[in-house]
């Protein structure tokens, strides 16, 4: 153990990250059976805060009943958590990420029954997620087809699930490009590996709908609350590749990418600047937002700790 170890808090204990143990034979390894989280942690005039942190928390809890995971916590316990293990790992940690899953219970059949739920929230320092920057990001068609809601819950951060995200961004990689598109079981889009996808049309600003096959995400939403402020018309509908190629600007959200425009979609270019205008303005306003220098939008974020004096 050394002195300056990551802290991970395991189960309602802050521990030091090599002291927290994890059997080999957990069903969260063997089959993904866990749900997660990701949080952004932000420098703000108060000092640090993480945006959207209830949000996380009640979409955690949300995601692990849809598994039957029994997470013995309440959203301000959480909460309270998530700010214990930020402080506890100081001002490097910018991404934070609270895990569930399933222990072991010595069977590994899959009736799983009589299996503990763990609980763990850790820190690290991510930067940016996507290296495109703000010349925009490049995107591929992923051969991937992303599953249906028939087939698991997609509105859930089931960790399972992200198997298929991670093939469709190995592929995207290969290929030299940022990040990859996924289309549904009809061939519509659906989002990228881990972001929601955005398109603006003749000054109105289109997404898919959940029905689409997409996760709900927070910085999506939080996307269309500032465009709608900005008196722009955000519609959630179906939406085609065709579309995305002749759009005059198409961006993605996520925690980890946050507001991230594209460039080029299969090779192609979009629109005529990267970012367009449109994107361009409400990447401004979510900027301020999160940093705190709007208040407008000051109950999205939660006070780590002071700054000192």
């Known amino acids: 153990m050394t002195a300056n170890a990551a802290k991970v808090w395991f189960d309602g204990k802050l521990l030091n990250e090599d002291k927290v143990k994890v059997s080999i034979l957990s069903y969260g390894l063997h089959y993904g059976w866990g749900v997660y989280e990701g949080l952004r942690v932000y420098d703000t005039p108060r000092g640090r805060e993480v945006f ?34 930020c402080r ?14 399933y222990g072991e219970n010595g069977d590994l059949s899959l009736s799983a029954l009589n299996v503990p739920t ?32 028939r087939s698991t819950s997609l509105t859930a951060k089931i960790c399972g699930n992200y198997v298929n995200s991670i093939i469709a961004k190995k592929e995207a990689l290969r290929q030299g490009a940022d990040e990859a598109l996924m289309l549904n079981h009809s061939g519509l889009v659906a989002e990228a590996s881990a972001e929601n996808v955005f398109m603006v ?64 979609l299969d090779g192609l270019p979009i629109g005529k600047s990267v970012p ?34």
């Open 118 to 149: 763990h609980v763990a929230i850790m820190t690290i320092h991510m930067g940016k997620y996507i290296k495109g920057g703000s010349a925009g990001a490049s995107l591929i068609t992923s051969s991937w087809e992303k599953p249906t809601s």
């Open 201 to 264: 049309r003749n000054g109105k600003i289109y997404t898919p709908g959940v029905s689409d096959g997409l996760l709900e995400g927070i910085t999506r939403d939080s996307v269309m609350v500032i465009a709608r402020d900005l008196g722009y018309t955000v519609e959630e509908r179906s939406i085609t590749r065709a579309e995305l190629l002749v759009a005059d600007e198409v961006f993605m959200t996520g925690t980890a990418a946050e507001i991230q425009p594209v460039r080029t």
């Open 52 to 85: 959207r942190l209830r949000d996380h928390m009640v979409r955690f809890l949300n995601s692990a009943k849809v598994l039957r995971l029994d997470i013995p916590y309440s959203v301000d316990q959480l909460s309270s958590a998530v700010k214990a293990v």
């Open 88 to 101: 506890a790992n100081g001002p490097r940690a910018d991404y934070i990420r609270p895990l569930a899953f």
């Open 276 to 309: 367009g205008p449109i994107t361009k303005r409400i990447q401004s306003v979510f900027s301020k937002a999160v940093k705190g220098q709007a208040e407008q939008y000051s109950h999205w974020m939660d006070l780590i700790d002071e700054m000192p004096i």
